[in-house]
Nanobody
């Protein structure tokens, strides 16, 4: 019932910027941690950034100083601002939402993925 819709991916030149958005639809009692993961062809899915309910953030070393994760609890959304993009950032980006359902269950949901391609 709860679905995550991602947007913002696309083709960008090295050094460019993109802003990814992920919004949840459906009834959610409360939201805990949210995050972004990515998966490049032939590689395992890896953590990019996470943000807790209290706003604490954590980033993969490869994106520190370039990416910024943020959230809007009122909109049940999480964002990823990506600056100074590099070709190695090319991947499918997935948002992740951890939440408490209206029936008091701890749940996790993944977005469908949005493709980011960094190439000249």
């Amino acid at each position: 019932q709860v679905q995550l819709v991602e947007s913002g991916g696309g083709l960008v030149q090295p050094g460019g910027s993109l802003r990814l958005s992920c919004a949840a639809s459906g009834v959610i009692f409360s939201i805990n941690d949210m995050g972004w993961y990515r998966q490049a062809p032939g590689k395992e899915r890896e953590l990019v950034a996470t943000i807790t309910r209290g706003g604490n953030t954590n980033y993969a070393d490869s994106v520190k100083g370039r990416f910024t994760i943020s959230r809007d609890n009122a909109k049940s959304a999480v964002y990823l601002q990506m600056n100074s993009l590099k070709p190695e950032d090319t991947a499918l980006y997935y948002c992740n939402l951890n939440f408490i359902s209206t029936r008091a269950y701890a749940e996790t949901q993944w977005g469908q993925g949005t493709l980011v391609t960094v190439s000249s």
